[in-house]
T-cell receptor, first 114, second 111 residues
Framework: GAGVSQSPSNKVTEKGKDVELRCDPI?????LYWYRQSLGQGLEFLIY????????KSGLPSDRFSAERTGGSVSTLTIQRTQQEDSAVYLC????????????FGSGTRLTVV | LAKTTQPISMDSYEGQEVNITCSHN???????ITWYQQFPSQGPRFIIQ???TKVTNEVASLFIPADRKSSTLSLPRVSLSDTAVYYC????????????FGQGTELSVKP
Protein backbone atom coordinates (compact mmCIF):
# COMPACT_ATOMS: atom_id res chain seq x y z
CA GLY A 1 0.00 0.00 0.00
CA ALA A 2 0.90 3.66 -0.06
CA GLY A 3 1.68 3.82 3.62
CA VAL A 4 1.78 1.81 6.82
CA SER A 5 -1.70 0.85 7.89
CA GLN A 6 -2.62 -0.04 11.46
CA SER A 7 -5.87 -1.38 12.80
CA PRO A 8 -7.87 -0.78 14.79
CA SER A 9 -7.15 2.92 15.24
CA ASN A 10 -8.73 2.81 18.67
CA LYS A 11 -9.36 -0.09 21.01
CA VAL A 12 -11.00 -0.08 24.40
CA THR A 13 -10.81 -3.33 26.28
CA GLU A 14 -11.50 -4.61 29.73
CA LYS A 15 -8.67 -5.54 32.04
CA GLY A 16 -7.78 -9.19 31.64
CA LYS A 17 -8.91 -9.49 28.02
CA ASP A 18 -6.60 -10.31 25.13
CA VAL A 19 -6.12 -7.88 22.25
CA GLU A 20 -4.59 -8.12 18.79
CA LEU A 21 -3.14 -5.15 16.99
CA ARG A 22 -2.45 -5.33 13.29
CA CYS A 23 0.16 -3.66 11.11
CA ASP A 24 0.24 -3.73 7.32
CA PRO A 25 3.63 -2.35 6.17
CA ILE A 26 4.58 -0.74 2.90
CA UNK A 27 4.77 -3.34 0.18
CA UNK A 28 8.32 -4.59 -0.27
CA UNK A 29 9.59 -3.34 3.07
CA UNK A 30 11.38 -6.24 4.72
CA UNK A 31 11.87 -4.57 8.09
CA LEU A 32 8.98 -3.94 10.47
CA TYR A 33 9.09 -2.35 13.92
CA TRP A 34 6.74 -1.99 16.87
CA TYR A 35 7.01 0.87 19.34
CA ARG A 36 4.84 1.93 22.25
CA GLN A 37 4.16 5.49 23.29
CA SER A 38 2.52 6.28 26.60
CA LEU A 39 0.76 9.61 27.06
CA GLY A 40 3.24 12.46 26.85
CA GLN A 41 6.20 10.11 26.61
CA GLY A 42 8.74 9.15 23.99
CA LEU A 43 8.82 6.01 21.86
CA GLU A 44 9.59 2.73 23.61
CA PHE A 45 11.08 0.05 21.36
CA LEU A 46 9.24 -3.28 21.53
CA ILE A 47 10.38 -5.56 18.73
CA TYR A 48 11.51 -5.62 15.12
CA UNK A 49 11.21 -8.10 12.27
CA UNK A 50 13.59 -8.79 9.44
CA UNK A 51 11.34 -10.70 7.08
CA UNK A 52 9.37 -13.07 9.30
CA UNK A 53 12.14 -13.37 11.86
CA UNK A 54 12.34 -11.40 15.11
CA UNK A 55 16.03 -11.43 16.11
CA UNK A 56 15.57 -9.35 19.26
CA LYS A 57 12.55 -9.68 21.54
CA SER A 58 14.18 -8.05 24.54
CA GLY A 59 12.05 -4.91 24.26
CA LEU A 60 8.79 -6.71 24.93
CA PRO A 61 7.65 -5.56 28.40
CA SER A 62 6.51 -8.97 29.66
CA ASP A 63 5.63 -12.47 28.52
CA ARG A 64 2.06 -11.27 28.01
CA PHE A 65 3.30 -9.56 24.84
CA SER A 66 4.00 -11.46 21.65
CA ALA A 67 4.31 -10.60 18.00
CA GLU A 68 4.44 -12.43 14.74
CA ARG A 69 4.82 -11.64 11.09
CA THR A 70 3.70 -13.87 8.27
CA GLY A 71 4.56 -13.85 4.60
CA GLY A 72 7.02 -11.04 5.18
CA SER A 73 4.10 -8.66 5.31
CA VAL A 74 1.39 -8.22 7.94
CA SER A 75 2.37 -8.28 11.59
CA THR A 76 0.24 -8.83 14.67
CA LEU A 77 1.08 -7.69 18.18
CA THR A 78 -0.86 -9.63 20.79
CA ILE A 79 -1.27 -8.60 24.40
CA GLN A 80 -2.72 -11.25 26.68
CA ARG A 81 -4.50 -10.53 29.95
CA THR A 82 -4.29 -6.80 29.43
CA GLN A 83 -3.48 -4.53 32.35
CA GLN A 84 -4.16 -0.83 32.80
CA GLU A 85 -0.46 -0.03 32.38
CA ASP A 86 -0.70 -1.43 28.85
CA SER A 87 -2.76 1.61 27.86
CA ALA A 88 -0.75 3.49 25.24
CA VAL A 89 -0.46 4.17 21.54
CA TYR A 90 1.15 1.27 19.72
CA LEU A 91 3.05 2.41 16.65
CA CYS A 92 4.23 0.29 13.78
CA UNK A 93 6.86 1.32 11.24
CA UNK A 94 8.49 -0.26 8.23
CA UNK A 95 11.63 0.35 6.19
CA UNK A 96 13.25 -1.22 3.13
CA UNK A 97 15.75 -3.05 5.36
CA UNK A 98 16.82 -3.07 8.99
CA UNK A 99 19.00 -0.29 10.27
CA UNK A 100 18.70 3.47 10.29
CA UNK A 101 17.22 3.81 6.80
CA UNK A 102 14.30 6.06 7.46
CA UNK A 103 11.17 4.56 8.92
CA UNK A 104 7.64 5.13 7.71
CA PHE A 105 5.27 5.03 10.66
CA GLY A 106 1.60 4.22 10.79
CA SER A 107 -0.85 6.37 12.72
CA GLY A 108 -0.91 3.92 15.59
CA THR A 109 -3.48 2.05 17.62
CA ARG A 110 -4.64 3.80 20.77
CA LEU A 111 -5.27 1.09 23.35
CA THR A 112 -7.24 1.87 26.48
CA VAL A 113 -7.59 -0.77 29.17
CA VAL A 114 -10.44 -0.10 31.57
CA LEU B 1 23.74 1.88 21.08
CA ALA B 2 24.33 5.61 20.70
CA LYS B 3 22.46 7.54 23.39
CA THR B 4 21.02 10.88 22.37
CA THR B 5 20.34 13.98 24.44
CA GLN B 6 18.06 16.81 23.31
CA PRO B 7 16.44 19.76 25.04
CA ILE B 8 13.04 18.77 26.36
CA SER B 9 11.30 21.84 25.00
CA MET B 10 11.85 24.99 22.96
CA ASP B 11 9.73 28.02 22.18
CA SER B 12 9.86 30.11 19.05
CA TYR B 13 7.83 32.65 17.08
CA GLU B 14 6.53 32.48 13.57
CA GLY B 15 9.07 33.44 10.95
CA GLN B 16 12.10 32.68 13.09
CA GLU B 17 14.77 30.10 12.37
CA VAL B 18 14.84 27.29 14.92
CA ASN B 19 17.88 25.19 15.68
CA ILE B 20 17.52 22.01 17.73
CA THR B 21 20.74 20.33 18.81
CA CYS B 22 21.15 16.66 19.64
CA SER B 23 24.18 15.29 21.49
CA HIS B 24 25.40 11.80 20.67
CA ASN B 25 28.86 11.46 22.16
CA UNK B 26 29.25 7.72 21.57
CA UNK B 27 28.19 7.70 17.92
CA UNK B 28 29.77 4.84 15.99
CA UNK B 29 31.61 5.08 12.70
CA UNK B 30 28.79 3.42 10.77
CA UNK B 31 25.96 5.36 12.40
CA UNK B 32 23.73 7.79 10.55
CA ILE B 33 21.76 10.62 12.16
CA THR B 34 18.07 10.88 11.42
CA TRP B 35 15.45 13.37 12.55
CA TYR B 36 11.73 12.78 12.84
CA GLN B 37 8.76 15.06 13.45
CA GLN B 38 5.68 13.97 15.37
CA PHE B 39 2.35 15.75 15.57
CA PRO B 40 -0.23 14.81 18.22
CA SER B 41 -2.16 11.65 17.43
CA GLN B 42 0.14 10.77 14.54
CA GLY B 43 3.17 8.57 14.07
CA PRO B 44 6.58 10.21 13.63
CA ARG B 45 7.48 11.41 10.14
CA PHE B 46 10.97 11.27 8.62
CA ILE B 47 12.44 14.73 8.07
CA ILE B 48 16.11 14.40 7.18
CA GLN B 49 19.12 12.13 7.49
CA UNK B 50 22.84 12.73 7.31
CA UNK B 51 26.26 11.29 8.02
CA UNK B 52 28.56 14.31 8.09
CA THR B 53 28.80 18.00 7.16
CA LYS B 54 25.54 19.46 5.91
CA VAL B 55 22.40 18.08 4.35
CA THR B 56 19.52 20.21 3.09
CA ASN B 57 16.11 19.33 1.74
CA GLU B 58 12.89 21.22 1.15
CA VAL B 59 11.95 21.01 4.82
CA ALA B 60 15.09 21.44 6.88
CA SER B 61 18.86 21.45 7.09
CA LEU B 62 21.04 19.17 9.15
CA PHE B 63 24.44 20.32 10.35
CA ILE B 64 26.95 17.75 11.59
CA PRO B 65 30.39 18.83 12.85
CA ALA B 66 33.53 16.94 11.98
CA ASP B 67 33.59 14.95 15.24
CA ARG B 68 29.94 13.93 14.70
CA LYS B 69 29.26 14.02 18.44
CA SER B 70 26.32 16.32 17.92
CA SER B 71 23.96 17.42 15.18
CA THR B 72 21.69 20.40 14.68
CA LEU B 73 18.36 20.38 12.93
CA SER B 74 17.60 23.78 11.45
CA LEU B 75 14.06 24.78 10.53
CA PRO B 76 13.95 28.01 8.51
CA ARG B 77 11.13 30.52 9.08
CA VAL B 78 8.92 28.32 11.23
CA SER B 79 5.15 28.57 11.18
CA LEU B 80 2.48 27.52 13.68
CA SER B 81 2.22 24.19 11.86
CA ASP B 82 5.79 23.34 12.83
CA THR B 83 4.66 22.91 16.43
CA ALA B 84 5.52 19.29 17.11
CA VAL B 85 7.94 16.96 18.87
CA TYR B 86 11.26 16.43 17.10
CA TYR B 87 13.28 13.28 17.64
CA CYS B 88 16.93 12.65 16.87
CA UNK B 89 17.82 9.02 16.12
CA UNK B 90 21.33 7.67 15.76
CA UNK B 91 22.15 4.24 14.45
CA UNK B 92 23.36 2.10 11.60
CA UNK B 93 23.35 -1.47 10.41
CA UNK B 94 25.10 -2.94 13.42
CA UNK B 95 22.11 -2.59 15.72
CA UNK B 96 19.88 -4.43 13.31
CA UNK B 97 16.44 -3.01 13.89
CA UNK B 98 16.77 -2.13 17.55
CA UNK B 99 17.00 1.64 17.28
CA UNK B 100 16.15 3.61 20.38
CA PHE B 101 14.50 7.00 20.17
CA GLY B 102 15.37 9.66 22.73
CA GLN B 103 12.78 11.72 24.57
CA GLY B 104 12.49 14.31 21.81
CA THR B 105 12.21 18.10 21.81
CA GLU B 106 8.76 19.66 22.04
CA LEU B 107 8.81 22.76 19.85
CA SER B 108 6.12 25.34 20.40
CA VAL B 109 5.75 28.03 17.75
CA LYS B 110 3.79 31.09 18.80
CA PRO B 111 2.19 33.77 16.64
Amino acid sequence: GAGVSQSPSNKVTEKGKDVELRCDPISGHTALYWYRQSLGQGLEFLIYFQGNSAPDKSGLPSDRFSAERTGGSVSTLTIQRTQQEDSAVYLCASSPKTGNYGYTFGSGTRLTVV
Amino acid sequence: LAKTTQPISMDSYEGQEVNITCSHNNIATNDYITWYQQFPSQGPRFIIQGYKTKVTNEVASLFIPADRKSSTLSLPRVSLSDTAVYYCLVGGDNQGGKLIFGQGTELSVKP
